[in-house]
Structures are given as structure tokens and as C-alpha cells.
């Protein structure tokens, strides 16, 4: 690595995403340096920039879905030089994906199966962190799913396994009656894989006495209630309760993909490198993408 590579910096709090150059990364014991071939866009990406959550270090670099080639790694790392791994990022400048380089805990990160691009192989550590907390660590769902999805995907949706699906543009109040109709009771757990305020309100009233719901998003229902538990799931690898399980899911991970348990999202690759991430964050806020992930490869011009 040279001295110097591109990134794009939120110099703090609220502020414009700007381009700038960082200086090189030193690694620490059981870590990679990877050259980042590839880096989905996520929607937490703006919600960082304008609502100021989450990332406590400034100036910072964003961008949570790494892949790309290993080109060093740590004294004591296992990781094979030359191999191509993809893995999540930390909240810290050096860990993120906004940049041509960057740094991977190896625990936190998989050699890429030969059958995926470095773009398809970047749509899955945020998303799948997310779903993997979730569902078996922090509010341990159950992952036997009946699905509330947008009726535009439904093949493809029921090509992954979705074994029912409303269409989400049906009055939420609605919603009630149609579950009731397919799985005939209350229901117990529920993963709110939207997490707006009128969705939560939404889940949480449909939610059992005794039941379990997971958020990703910060919360806007009740959290102290003895009769339904209430989790915010964050899909951030090094918190302490965290760490094992993030872990085991990334020992896992190249087998469960080469055996097609866990397949890529659809991709969009935008070209223009870091410089076009703005206005496709943007895009992102937008809601006008659906149904793919937004790709960079941060070392175009
Ligand atoms: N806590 C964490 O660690 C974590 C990690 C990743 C993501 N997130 C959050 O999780 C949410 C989803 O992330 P993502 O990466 O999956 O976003 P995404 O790729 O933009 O997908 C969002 C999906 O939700 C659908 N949707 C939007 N509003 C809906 C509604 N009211 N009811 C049902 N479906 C709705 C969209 O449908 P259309 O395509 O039809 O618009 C789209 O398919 C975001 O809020 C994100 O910030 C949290």
C-alpha cells in the first residue's frame, strides 16, 4: 500500500460527505489489510450522516461490506496472503469500506467461494450480520418465517423460501387479519426487517403476551414490558456479546454459500468509485432502489 489512499471522510457529526486522503493503516495481531475490490452501499450509511447515530469517531469513514484482495496481514494472522476475502467492517476510519484499503479483524471475515464476484460477494456482511443477530443471538427467533414482503419480488422471494407473503402496501391494520388467516393464532416472534416507527408500532401490537420481536432500528415502543420482550438488533461485530457469534457465523459462511443455503443479493455496479457514493446514498433515501444492492469499486475513477 502507498502512503496515502482515497477515502470519503464525514469529518463529524451531520457533515457533507467529503473526499480526502487517509494515511496508510498499520495492522495489529489477527488482522488483514485488504484492497477493497468491491463495497455495497447500505441504507445505514445515510442515516449515519443525517441522524448522527452510532459512529462515535471523527473524522469517519463509512461503508460496512467489504471484499477484496489480502495484501498483508498481522503478525500473528492465519489469513493467507494473496487470498480474497470479504468480511464487516468496524465504525472506526480504518475498518470501513468507503476507501481503496482497509482493515479486517480475520474473525470477522471469509475467503470469498469461487463461484462469487467481489461484488456479489460484498452484499453479505451487513445484511446477513443483521439477520444472523436476530434471529439466533440477541432475541433468538425462531427462523421458521412467514413473511410481510413487498409483492414486486415475489417470485424471487419464494425462490429463497419465503412461505407466505403480504403485500406490504396493504393498510398495517390489515395485516392482522391476514396472519391470522394463514397461521391461525398470535403470533410469537417476529424479526421487523423494516423497523420505521408505524412499522414497529405495528409488529409490537401484533405480538403475543410473551412474545419476541427484533428491531433494527432504533426503538419506538416499549422496551420494559414483562409481557413482550423487545430487541435492537445491531449488527456490529466486536460488541462484546457479540464477538462469538459473529465468529462462528463467518467459520461458516463459504460452506453455507458454496452449498447455496445463503445466496448474494441482485447487484446494481455503479461505476465512478468513491466519488459517485453521495448521490447513491442518496438514491437510497430516496426509496428509489428496490430489490438490488448499489455496488462500488472504490479504486475507479
Ligand atoms: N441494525 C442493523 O445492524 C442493521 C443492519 C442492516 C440494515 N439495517 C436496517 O434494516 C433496514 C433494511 O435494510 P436493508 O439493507 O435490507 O434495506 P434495503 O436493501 O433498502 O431493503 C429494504 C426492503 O424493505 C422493503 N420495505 C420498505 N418499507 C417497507 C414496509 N413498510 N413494509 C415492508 N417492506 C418494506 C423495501 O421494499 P421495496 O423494494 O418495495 O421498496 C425493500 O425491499 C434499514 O432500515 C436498515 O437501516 C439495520
Known sequence: MQNTQNALFLNHKHADFTLGLALSLKLGDGE??????????????????????????????????????????????LGLLLETDFGSSLPYPDYSAFQEYCKLKEDFSAKIPSALSYEQASTFPCALLAAYQGLYNDASLLSNYHHCLPQTHAEKLKSLGATHIIDRTILLDSIHTRLVEIIGSGVKYIFDAVSEPETQKATYDLLSPGGKLALVLPVHVPMDSEEKIVSFTIGYPDAAHNRVCVKTMYSGIEALIEEGTLKPSNIEIVPGGLGVIVENLQRLENNQVSGVKLIIRPSDN
Open 32 to 77: 488483514i489489510l485488504v484492497k477493497i475490490r468491491a463495497a455495497a452501499l447500505n441504507p445505514v450509511d445515510w442515516k449515519i450522516q443525517k441522524w448522527g447515530f452510532l459512529v462515535e469517531e471523527y473524522p469517519a469513514v463509512l461503508g460496512s461490506d467489504v471484499a477484496g484482495d489480502v495484501v498483508a496481514v498481522g503478525t500473528v494472522s
